[in-house]
DNA sequence: CTGCTCTATGAATCGATGC
DNA sequence: CGCATCGATTCATAGAGCA
C-alpha cells in the first residue's frame, strides 16, 4: 500500500479512480453525489447532458434508470472500498435520496439512521406552491449487519447538553466567509457544504488517524475538516476550478493539536477496574454490606470480591440479577454503601480512583 | 357511482378492496404502510423494563423484494385511483421510506415535498448506538408532474404565525387519551398516529367536501379527522378490532361548522410559538371561543389558527385591533378562553409551552 | 385543590469480550 | 464457533398516587 494517496485531492472520475483503491483501505465515506434531477423543468443525467423531449413515463423511467445505475456503481465501489466496520454517510434531497438509500439496501449496506439537516435558514418557496424545503436528508449506514461500526455516543451527548443527539440537526447553510468565491466574487461551488455539518459527521463516527474518502469532493469541505480534525482524507473530483480551491483550502487549514482533539469518552472504552481491586485495597473491605437503593435487598462484600446473600454466592452483577430476578444487571450502579454516614453507589469508588495518581491496574 | 362506499372504513385486504373503486374517484390519498422494521431481539429500558415493540405479523416480509412487490401493487392502485390533480401523502421511517419513495418515483408520481416529522418526545436510544430516531418521514406527491394539485398556502402560512410553513413539523406522538386502548388498557394499535398530524395534511391539501382514503386504516385516526374537518372519508382495513374501534371512534367525532371550517388568506404577524399549533394539537381547538377581559367582544378559532367574528377574519392580532378600532393589538394579552370553568389569557398556552418547547422553527 | 414524587411508555432494525 | 460473563445505557409526557 506504499502508493496509497494520502491526505490528497485525486483528479479524475468518480467512478474509476475509486477503482484504484484496494479494498477495505477506508474507515468512513462522506459522499455528496449529483442530484441532477428534475432541475428547471429539464432532466439532467449524472454526466450533465440534458434529457430531451421527456414527458411520458418512459423516458422519465430510463432517465431514473440511468441515474440509478451510476449510483449502483460508485455506492458499489464504495462499499468495496470500505473496512468491514467502516461507515459511510450520503447525503441528498427529495430528488434523488428515496434511489439512494433503495439502492444501498439492496447492496448489502445497512442503515443507522437517516439524518435530517434542518436548515436554519432556508431559501423560501417563491412561488408558494410547496412547503419550503427546509432540509436535506443524511443517509448514516454501515457496510453491512453485522459491522461493529464506530458512533461517539458520548461526544455527540456532549454536544447537545448532555442529552442524547437526535436524528434532527439543526444547522446554518455555508454562508458568508465560509463560501469559496471565485475571482467574480461569484460563489465556486453551487451545493458547498457548511463545515459544521462535517466537524458532525466526523467527530460521530470516525477517530483520530482514521481515513476519509470523499468521492464528490467539489469544494473540500471534508478534506478540509478532516485535516482540522487529525483524520487522514481522500478526495475525488473532476472538476480542476474545483480541485484548485480545495487544495489551497486544505493547505490553509490547521490540524488541531492533540488536546482539542480529545472527546469525551466511551466508558467501555476506559481501563477497567475489578471490583475486587477495591476490597483488596481497603476501600469497601471484606464484610461490608452493600444493599440496593431502596434498601430492600442486601449482600456482604466476601475477600474474594464476590457478594454473598442468604444461599447465593457472585458477582457484583450477578448477584443483582438473581436478586431482581432480572436477566442481567450493572452491579456498579445497582449497589449502595455507607460511609461516614452517607449513602453512596459503589460507582463512586471508581470516579475516585480515577481521579487519584493512585493506580494498580488498567 | 351510486354503490360508492363514502363515509366508511372498509373491511378488506388492501389491495384488493381498492380495485373496487372506480378511476379517478379520489381526491386525496393518506397511507400509513407497513415498515417491515426487521427487529431482531427483546429490547430493554436501563431500568429493565422490555420494550413493546412492534412484532405483529403485517410487519414481517420474507424480503426487500417481497415488500418492493407489495408496495408496488398498493401504490398503482393508490395512483389509479387519485383524480388528476389528487395528491398522496405516504409515511415511513428509513427501514422503508426509500423503497416507497423510488417506487413511487418509478410508478409517474411526482414528488411535491418530503416532510420531516420531528418527534417532540420520541423513544430514546436506549444502549446508546446510534442516533435518537426522533422522526419520520412523509412524502406528498401529486399523480404526475402536470396535475394542478391543491396546496391551501395561505391556510399552511397562517397555521405558522403567518412564515411559510417549513417542510420539517415538530409535532408529539400520539398518548394519553388520544391513545385508542383495548379491554386491559393497553395500546388498541401499535402505531397509531396523532390527530394532529392529520389535521396539517388534510387542511393543507383538501378542502371541505374533498374525498379522502386511507388503504391502511387502523386506529381510524383519518377518517375521524376528515370528518371533524368536514372532508369525506373511506378507509381499508383488514383487522376486525381496528375496524371496530375506528368506527366507533368516528361516529363519536363531530363535524365542525360550515364556519368553523372556511380557511382563509391570513395576513401579518411574527412571533415565536404559532398560535395555529395549539388549535392543531387540541390545546385550543378550532370552534372555541374567545372573547376579551370584558366579556363584550367575542371571536371564534378556525382551523388554521384565524379567529372570525361576524364578517371579519384575521390573525389574533389583527382581530383584536379590528375589533377595538385600534391601529394594532397584541393577540396573545387581547384573548381569553374558558377552560374548566376558569377564565384564562391565551398567552397562558405559551408560557405552558415554554416547558415543553413547541416550534416550528428555532 | 396544590404540588410533589413516582411510574409507565413510545414504529427500535439498540454489545463486547474472553474462554 | 458457542456460551458465559461483564457491565453500559433513557427523554418527554401523561397520569396516578400521596401528603
Not at 472520475?13 to 432541475?39: G, H, K, V, W
Not at 434542518?118 to 443517509?139: D, Q, V, W, Y
Not at 455507607?338 to 494498580?360: F, K
Request: glycine share 6%; with cysteine; aromatic share 10%.
Amino acid at each position: 500500500m506504499q502508493d496509497f494517496p494520502l491526505d490528497q485531492i485525486l483528479c479524475g472520475e468518480c467512478i474509476e479512480t475509486m477503482r484504484s483503491l484496494p479494498d477495505a483501505s477506508i474507515d468512513c465515506i462522506f459522499a455528496d453525489p449529483p442530484y441532477n434531477l428534475q432541475l428547471r423543468g429539464e432532466l439532467r443525467r449524472p454526466d450533465e447532458t440534458v434529457v430531451d423531449g421527456v414527458d411520458d413515463a418512459w423516458d422519465k423511467f430510463a432517465d431514473y434508470a440511468t441515474y440509478d445505475n451510476f449510483t449502483r456503481e460508485w455506492l458499489a465501489e464504495a462499499r468495496r472500498l470500505l473496512t468491514k466496520d467502516g461507515t459511510i454517510w450520503v447525503i441528498g434531497s427529495y430528488h434523488n435520496v428515496f434511489r439512494l438509500g433503495a439502492i444501498m439496501q439492496d447492496l448489502g449496506f445497512w442503515i443507522l439512521n437517516d439524518i435530517v439537516w434542518r436548515k436554519a435558514n432556508p431559501m423560501p418557496n417563491f412561488r408558494g406552491r410547496r412547503f419550503t424545503n427546509a432540509h436535506e436528508t443524511l443517509i448514516w449506514a454501515a457496510r453491512g449487519p453485522e459491522s461493529k461500526y464506530r458512533f461517539n455516543y458520548q461526544a455527540m451527548k456532549a454536544l447537545n447538553d448532555d442529552m442524547q443527539m437526535r436524528s434532527d440537526w439543526y444547522l446554518p447553510l455555508c454562508t458568508g466567509n465560509e463560501r469559496l468565491r471565485n475571482a467574480h466574487g461569484l460563489k465556486l461551488h453551487p451545493t458547498q457544504k457548511p463545515e459544521s455539518l462535517l466537524h458532525r459527521v466526523l467527530i460521530a463516527s470516525t477517530v483520530v488517524d482514521d481515513i476519509v474518502l470523499d468521492p464528490f469532493s467539489g469544494s473540500g469541505t471534508t478534506a478540509a475538516m478532516a485535516k482540522r480534525l487529525g483524520r487522514r482524507f481522500i478526495g475525488i473530483e473532476r472538476h480542476p476550478d474545483y480541485i484548485e480551491a480545495a487544495r489551497a483550502r486544505v493547505e490553509a487549514e490547521t490540524r488541531l493539536s492533540d488536546d482539542q482533539l480529545a472527546i469525551t469518552p466511551a466508558k467501555r472504552e476506559l481501563p477497567r477496574i475489578p471490583f475486587g481491586s477495591f476490597v483488596e485495597q481497603g476501600a469497601l473491605p471484606a464484610g461490608t454490606e452493600l444493599f440496593d437503593r431502596q434498601r430492600r435487598l442486601s449482600a456482604t462484600v466476601m475477600p474474594d470480591g464476590s457478594l454473598v446473600s442468604g444461599s447465593h454466592r457472585g458477582s457484583i452483577h450477578k448477584m443483582g440479577a438473581i436478586l431482581t430476578n432480572a436477566p442481567s444487571c450493572n452491579g456498579w450502579t445497582f449497589w449502595y454503601f455507607e460511609r461516614q454516614g452517607e449513602v453512596l453507589q459503589i460507582d463512586i469508588l471508581r470516579t475516585e480512583q480515577a481521579q487519584t495518581p493512585l493506580r494498580n491496574v488498567g
